[in-house]
């Protein structure tokens, strides 16, 4: 599989990277089978996260026997110092491996610099050899960009594909100048591209991003693989049809950044924009309960002040988005209610 050098870092990593998110859904063996043919077919590079339910164990499970074949990444939510530290060391144990090649912060609301607790805590991690490297993950492209020119950071993870904005494109310039190396996560728009071929063609003509697909099924994986052993070309047609796609989904992706946020009636829009996209990709049953309900049916309170819409530098109708969604979480609901009394 074609090599990229993950910036500073120097790793060298598959041009197709596996994102496991997704396995959390898959028994233990399932995700075993799978880990394992992605690394039988050339991938080297495993991007995880404490939260992620069980995905880090399940990684353990499969590889621990190749760890020095392959690179693995996780990250962790914590807020702070003594939790990044507990965090790290369950990683360890849960991925069965003595060092974390990168640790990202994960999605946090500001950029730790020197003398922040956090930041401290992952420069001690490094000293005691836990991690080698550390990463940042955001989704707002202001805080990306910061971390970035920080210098502090080796690595961003960032929402990336073929609908992102110039500004988007921009952040992958400023990381590639910046030898910091670049991450692309939801590569499909968390679903919302169906076709691979286009995105990989897309990411083909940007030789310095890494885009961990989520991966859940061999045929997703067999896909990706096909297309690193045939490229697709970047030619005038792919790029009439990416074009064209971009026109007609671009103004559907919620990034989950936060920019039309706090809503005057206390809609958690982040949530509530992507509910269909998160029982999509996430263990749904953690989604149903009365408290995400509750959340949920905060939607109907919406006054259309059209604040969202303002702030949404995305160009999104987000009361649109957060009705439909708000529908498709109640049908939801409703299907696995009825399916838990059978
Ligand atoms: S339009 Fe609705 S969701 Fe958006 S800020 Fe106003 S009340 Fe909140
Ligand atoms: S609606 Fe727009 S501004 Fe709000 S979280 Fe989604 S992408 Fe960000």
């Given at each position: 599989m074609r090599q990229i050098?993950?910036?500073r870092?120097?790793l060298?990593?598959g041009a197709?990277?596996?994102?496991?998110?997704?396995?959390?859904?898959?028994s233990?063996e399932?995700?075993?089978?799978l880990l394992r043919?992605a690394?039988?077919k050339g991938?080297?590079y495993?991007?995880?996260?404490?939260?992620?339910?069980?995905s880090?164990e399940?990684i353990?499970?499969?590889l621990s026997d190749?760890?020095?074949?392959?690179v693995i990444?996780t990250?962790?939510?914590?807020?702070?110092?003594e939790?990044?530290?507990k965090?790290a060391?369950?990683?360890?144990?849960?991925?069965?491996?003595?060092?974390?090649?990168?640790l990202?912060l994960?999605?946090?609301?500001t950029?730790?610099?020197e003398?922040?607790?956090?930041?401290?805590?992952?420069?001690d991690l490094?000293?005691r050899?836990?991690i080698?490297?550390?990463?940042?993950?955001?989704?707002?492209?202001?805080?990306?960009e910061?971390?970035?020119r920080?210098?502090?950071?080796?690595t961003?993870?960032?929402?990336f594909s073929y609908?992102s904005s110039?500004?988007?494109?921009?952040?992958?310039?400023l990381?590639?100048?910046?030898?910091v190396?670049f991450?692309?996560?939801?590569?499909?728009?968390?679903?919302?591209?169906?076709?691979a071929?286009?995105?990989?063609?897309f990411f083909?003509?940007?030789p310095?991003?890494?885009?961990?697909w989520?991966?859940?099924?061999e045929?997703e994986?067999?896909?990706?693989?096909?297309?690193?052993?045939?490229?697709?070309?970047?030619?005038d047609?792919m790029?009439t049809l990416?074009?064209?796609?971009?026109k007609?989904?671009?103004?559907?992706?919620?990034?989950?950044c936060?920019y039309?946020?706090?809503c005057?009636?206390?809609?958690?829009?982040t949530l509530?924009a992507?509910?269909k996209?998160?029982?999509?990709?996430?263990?749904?049953e953690?989604?149903m309960?009365e408290?995400t309900?509750?959340?949920?049916l905060?939607v109907?309170?919406?006054?259309n002040?059209?604040?969202?819409?303002?702030?949404?530098p995305?160009?999104?109708d987000?009361p649109?988005h957060l009705?439909?969604?708000?529908a498709?979480?109640?049908?939801?609901a409703?299907k696995?209610k009825?399916?838990?009394k059978?």
């Amino acid at each position: 599989m074609r090599q990229i050098i993950l910036g500073r870092t120097k790793l060298s990593v598959g041009a197709s990277s596996f994102g496991a998110l997704p396995i959390q859904r898959l028994s233990k063996e399932e995700a075993s089978y799978l880990l394992r043919l992605a690394y039988e077919k050339g991938m080297n590079y495993f991007d995880t996260a404490y939260s992620y339910t069980d995905s880090e164990e399940k990684i353990g499970l499969a590889l621990s026997d190749v760890r020095d074949k392959i690179v693995i990444s996780t990250k962790s939510g914590a807020s702070d110092r003594e939790t990044l530290v507990k965090h790290a060391e369950e990683s360890l144990r849960r991925l069965k491996t003595d060092y974390i090649d990168i640790l990202q912060l994960h999605n946090p609301k500001t950029v730790p610099l020197e003398g922040d607790e956090l930041y401290e805590g992952l420069l001690d991690l490094k000293k005691r050899g836990i991690i080698r490297f550390i990463g940042y993950t955001n989704h707002s492209s202001q805080r990306a960009e910061q971390a970035v020119r920080s210098g502090l950071y080796d690595t961003i993870q960032y929402p990336f594909s073929y609908l992102s904005s110039d500004r988007e494109i921009k952040l992958y310039e400023l990381a590639r100048n910046s030898d910091v190396g670049f991450i692309a996560m939801k590569a499909l728009s968390g679903g919302l591209i169906s076709n691979a071929t286009g995105a990989k063609a897309f990411f083909n003509t940007l030789p310095f991003a890494v885009p961990i697909w989520g991966i859940q099924r061999e045929r997703e994986l067999m896909e990706f693989i096909c297309l690193e052993e045939d490229p697709p070309r970047y030619d005038d047609d792919m790029k009439t049809l990416i074009e064209r796609e971009k026109k007609e989904l671009s103004g559907s992706f919620c990034r989950a950044c936060g920019y039309c946020m706090p809503c005057p009636v206390g809609i958690d829009i982040t949530l509530s924009a992507r509910m269909k996209l998160l029982l999509s990709r996430m263990p749904y049953e953690q989604f149903m309960n009365e408290h995400t309900m509750e959340r949920m049916l905060r939607v109907n309170d919406c006054k259309n002040c059209r604040k969202c819409v303002e702030r949404c530098p995305y160009g999104l109708d987000t009361p649109s988005h957060l009705k439909e969604n708000l529908a498709y979480y109640l049908d939801f609901a409703e299907k696995y209610k009825s399916n838990e009394k059978n």
